[in-house]
């Protein structure tokens, strides 16, 4: 009899206590659009540099710096969700970077040329924009979610000219290197965010995404002798893996709640 009792009072436990657990796991996922503004840091740990003068026409965000972004999340189902992501670029120094090119042309040719050198005026940095699948775990006041975005990241190319004078003579070259027109590149990003509920509409958000691509193209450069007219050509490629990471706090407002 002591047995069955005590059978008896563990079945009523379990049944109990996982009613009052599935209302309260019910009770938190209350939340169906979202929307999320943050401020972060993107820190890359891999550039595109191969030590040539094409390295200084390229300009892609591989330098440690913040920047915002923005996130619409959707919940279709109670634990599935939609989210997409646009994360803004750092501002632009056109001016730092035509300076980059002259110093590269000066220290290679200066010693028997006199260099003048110039960069195609660099465009404006588009965002980087993710789609992607959440999973989410919650409660009352904590939440989790795991994700998998795929999207685009831009990278900005832009012609180069380097104009030589032959010291002590009038023969003149040009070194002339021509992009390829690639604008963006396919990524992959797995993230996590977590944070705390403050309120029913308002969460504090920490989260952490990574991201890879594979840049693939390249640079014509063409060695033009002024005087003899004699080119020379040659193909810079650019094909390597490119990881970064971007931790952001933010602040969570939950749009539309279920009833």
């Given at each position: 009899m002591k047995n069955i009792n005590i059978v008896i009072c563990l079945l009523f436990t379990v049944v109990f206590g996982n009613k009052i657990y599935s209302q309260e796991e019910t009770s938190a996922y209350k939340a169906k659009l979202l929307f999320k503004a943050s401020y972060g840091l993107n820190v890359s740990f891999t550039n595109m540099n191969q030590n040539r003068e094409t390295d200084y026409l390229i300009?892609?965000?591989?330098?440690?710096?913040?920047?915002?972004s923005i996130s619409a999340l959707f919940f279709i189902r109670k634990h599935w969700?939609?989210?997409?992501?646009?994360?803004?670029?750092?501002?632009k120094n056109n001016d730092r970077d035509q300076e980059n090119?002259?110093?590269?042309?000066?220290?290679?040719?200066?010693?028997?040329?006199?260099?003048?050198?110039?960069?195609?005026?660099?465009?404006?940095?588009?965002?980087?924009?993710?789609?992607?699948?959440?999973?989410?775990?919650?409660?009352?006041?904590?939440?989790?979610?795991?994700?998998?975005?795929?999207?685009?990241?831009?990278?900005?190319?832009?012609?180069?000219?380097?104009?030589?004078?032959?010291?002590?003579?009038?023969?003149?070259?040009?070194?002339?290197y021509n992009d390829e027109v690639y604008e963006n590149f396919f990524i992959v990003s797995p993230s996590v965010s977590a944070g705390y509920k403050l309120t029913k509409r308002f969460w504090v958000d920490l989260s952490i995404n990574a991201s890879y691509f594979r840049p693939n193209f390249s640079f014509d450069k063409t060695f033009t002798n002024l005087y003899t007219k004699e080119v020379q050509t040659e193909n810079i490629a650019y094909k390597k893996n490119m990881f970064d990471t971007y931790i952001s706090l933010g602040i969570i407002y939950v749009a539309v709640r279920k009833k």
């Open positions: 300009d892609y965000n591989d330098k440690t710096y913040t920047t915002p969700g939609a989210e997409i992501t646009i994360k803004m670029p750092s501002p090119f002259r110093n590269f042309a000066n220290n290679k040719y200066s010693e028997n040329y006199f260099v003048n050198s110039k960069v195609s005026s660099y465009g404006v940095y588009d965002p980087a924009i993710t789609f992607g699948i959440v999973y989410r775990l919650e409660t009352d006041k904590m939440y989790l979610y795991p994700k998998l975005a795929f999207g685009s990241t831009p990278v900005d190319f832009s012609s180069g000219e380097i104009q030589l004078k032959e010291r002590n003579s009038n023969t003149g070259y040009k070194d002339y």
